[in-house]
């Protein structure tokens, strides 16, 4: 039998695996690179819209606490025209543009005469109810 000799092909062949194997341990981390940095980017988007749903539950939550006072419940209320039982409402009205042509053009009506002056002690009587 005759053995059969190969020829000697040097480094070079080796060098060729050896990138081969390289890029193709490079090509197959490129995918789970992609998704670690989407997943990444995913997160910190995630996180501002926590931050911004925590601060709307805070200003909610400071709505709620104001709702439930009793006076801010009653100013809105008036704010819209209600009254309590048994309170008489008073409605002051802006006279309106038709109504302010009318009065400029009538003379000035004459001044009141300022009523009488009152001395200190007619004054608190008047205010006791005395006279």
């Known amino acids: 039998m005759r053995r059969v000799r190969l020829p000697k092909l040097g480094i070079g062949p080796q060098i060729v695996a050896a990138l081969l194997i390289l890029g193709l341990v490079g090509a197959m981390a490129i995918e789970p690179t992609r998704q670690l940095v989407e997943q990444r980017d995913r997160i910190a988007g995630m996180s501002h819209d926590l931050q911004k749903l925590e601060r709307s539950n805070e200003h909610l939550g400071d709505r709620i606490t104001r709702l439930r006072d009793p006076d801010f419940l009653e100013q809105r209320a008036r704010e819209i025209g209600l009254v309590r039982a048994n309170e008489i409402p008073y409605v002051v ?7 302010r042509k009318a009065g400029e053009d009538k003379a000035t009506p004459k001044e009141a005469p300022p009523p009488p002056q009152t001395g200190f002690l007619d004054g ?6 005395v006279r």
Do not use: D, I, T, V
């Open 93 to 99: 009205m802006l006279p309106g543009p038709g109504e």
């Open 124 to 129: 608190m009587l008047h205010f006791l109810g």
